[in-house]
């Protein structure tokens, strides 16, 4: 157990004491979590457990505190502990809690933060990318890619069982359109068109080898031929060779999935009507007519009597329709059909969406909360756009896709490592800019540099130190390192803490902004060595401190690595 962790149930214990002399009333049913202080001066640990337990105790928050605070300074890792503010508990911990928490680091290795399998019976599901196979991925999903990835990593590192989902829209108009873009491409590879694409029809290069692909399978029989003859064919063999593209895209991200699922055989098999039956069952869908839409109406328009949601039952503004006019499935019916199958293998969902996905998210949290009775939580989160840049100029052009640069390109170029790490230091809602010339430059600026080439100089001295013959004993002096090689090994020490609330909250982000914390305070010991030879690792004449130095160091890179590992990321060994 990490030292937030042992000191939570030291509080806990301080609690029960409470309780069995009756200065409180009843166990409570949860004790907030210990907690590193603002301001590091006022200590290493904080509680905030007297501020919540004074009303049912009916006793003043300080009083508790005090109380709180006599039995924690007992524990054998306590120097002090404090009262503060209106009921707080500043603990100050002995030096040798924290050289027993660096050397808990070594002993667990990759596994230091690692939360213990949790059992559960089914699985969290997590479901992101989901792009229309309609063409490349570009920057947008491939940052909805990451964050979707990291993130169920960070959800397996803490223990839970993960489900990695991408949703197929392989039905609609959408996958229409690229059928008939596939079939000019055809009619182009025989010779029979040429010119710009007409409008209306997808006009990136990329489908050009399938059309001249058909055209060498097929010969001139569909060129002309009805569309109803040719279209389900076309559109069958353009989404199959779009997905493969995308699996490609994806694999040079390292982007793996568990599952697909496609929209088209969830309709197929009836799913959406299923959805409705049940939820006409709980009169949840109803016959009506939607308002008219707002602002001018056209003189053609006409109320329709649709199928609509209850989505105002949970909080929407109007109740949604979940057919056209036409009988034809709405995408959100068909949406909330693939999330009821979800959520019957899952014990819990969490979708990565792109930002212009925002106003349907409230509808179908409301259509889960229906089909599953409230069982099932739905997360979703929102992934803002990436705007690209060379040298601070605007990118957007893209041979391959015509209007947009894909993800390949960008892989291509700066390497997936970059483009993963890039990715993640931003929080997913605010948009991010991604500079080709800054990403690979290598300076303090760049994170993704700043955080591997503190791994890089670690591994150096590890070399230097096995070349030397300097191995650290399994004991290594830790009481020889200064004041602020111990505020570093505080800093490591919240790497648990940092994982399971990052978990906790879905935010893989918090792992990259960690990192850049911890690679800042190692960049800032080494250059105290670039200052002053009696403060480098390596000493030359005191193995000793040496020692000690190189185990701090050692613990440095198991935390780097283990948070590498969460974003996808693999560390450097050394930069040129």
Do not use: C
């Not at 157990?1 to 009843?26: H, K, N, Q, S, Y």
């Amino acid at each position: 157990m990490d030292i937030f962790g042992r000191f939570e149930t030291a509080v806990a214990d301080a609690v029960a004491g409470l309780v069995a002399d009756g200065t409180l009333p009843a166990p409570p049913a949860g004790l907030p979590p210990v907690e590193p202080p603002r301001d590091p001066a006022h200590g290493d640990l904080a509680s905030s457990a007297a501020l919540e337990l004074a009303r049912s105790a009916g006793a003043a928050p300080r009083e508790l505190a005090t109380r709180l605070a006599f039995a924690l300074a007992r524990h054998p890792d306590v120097e002090r502990a404090e009262v503060a503010g209106p009921g707080f508990v500043n603990l100050v911990l002995r030096r040798a809690a924290w050289e027993a928490e660096i050397l808990r680091i070594l002993e667990a290795g990759a596994d230091y933060g690692r939360g213990p399998p949790r059992n559960e019976a089914l699985p969290i599901n997590v479901e992101y990318v989901s792009a229309n196979p309609t063409g490349p991925l570009h920057m947008g999903h491939g940052r909805g890619a990451v964050v979707g990835d990291a993130l169920a990593n960070l959800l397996a590192f803490v223990g839970h069982r993960v489900e990695r989902e991408y949703y197929i829209n392989d039905a609609g108009a959408q996958v229409d359109a690229l059928a008939r873009s596939v079939h000019w491409r055809y009619r182009e590879a025989l010779g029979l068109v040429s010119g710009p694409v007409p409008s209306g029809l997808y006009p990136g290069s990329y489908l050009v080898p399938l059309g001249q692909e058909l055209a060498r399978e097929l010969g001139p029989g569909l060129a002309d031929a009805p569309e109803a003859q040719w279209l389900p064919a076309f559109r069958e063999r353009a989404v199959a060779a779009m997905m493969a593209d995308i699996r490609e895209d994806l694999a040079a991200l390292g982007i793996r999935h568990d599952r697909f699922t496609s929209e088209a055989e969830l309709l197929a098999r009836g799913a959406p009507a299923r959805a409705e039956e049940r939820l006409r069952a709980m009169g949840l869908v109803y016959d009506g007519r939607l308002p008219p839409p707002r602002g001018d109406v056209s003189d053609d328009w006409e109320p329709v009597d649709l199928p609509l949601f209850r989505s105002t039952a949970f909080g929407d503004d109007v109740d949604r329709p979940i057919r056209k006019s036409d009988g034809s499935w709405t995408y959100f019916g068909a949406d909330m059909a693939y999330h009821a199958e979800k959520a019957e293998r899952a014990s819990a969902l969490v979708d990565v969406w792109g930002a212009d996905h925002a106003g349907t998210v409230k509808r179908i949290e409301a259509a889960v909360a229906a089909l599953t009775g409230g069982r099932v939580p739905l997360t979703v989160k929102l992934v803002q756009m990436v705007r690209l840049f060379r040298g601070g100029e605007p990118v957007r052009m893209s041979k391959r896709a015509g209007d947009f640069v894909t993800l390949r390109e960008v892989v291509e170029e700066v390497g997936r490592d970059v483009v993963r790490f890039m990715m993640l230091t931003k929080r997913p809602e605010s948009p991010l800019d991604f500079d080709f010339v800054k990403v690979v430059e290598q300076s303090r600026d760049n994170p993704v540099f700043y955080v591997h080439y503190a791994h890089a100089r670690i591994r150096s001295v590890e070399r230097r130190a096995a070349d030397a013959g300097l191995t650290p004993p399994a004991d290594p002096p830790l009481d020889r390192l200064d004041d602020a090689e111990l505020r570093h090994a505080k800093l490591l020490a919240q790497w648990p803490r940092v994982v399971t609330l990052a978990a906790r909250a879905l935010e893989p982000h918090r792992v990259a902004f960690f990192l850049q914390e911890v690679a800042g305070s190692f960049h800032a010991l080494w250059n105290r060595g670039n200052d002053d030879p009696a403060f480098r690792i390596l000493v030359d004449g005191d193995p000793g401190l040496s020692a000690a130095r190189l185990a701090l160091a050692q613990a440095t890179a198991i935390v780097i690595r283990a948070g590498l590992g969460i974003m996808g990321v693999e560390p450097v060994e050394e930069l040129h």
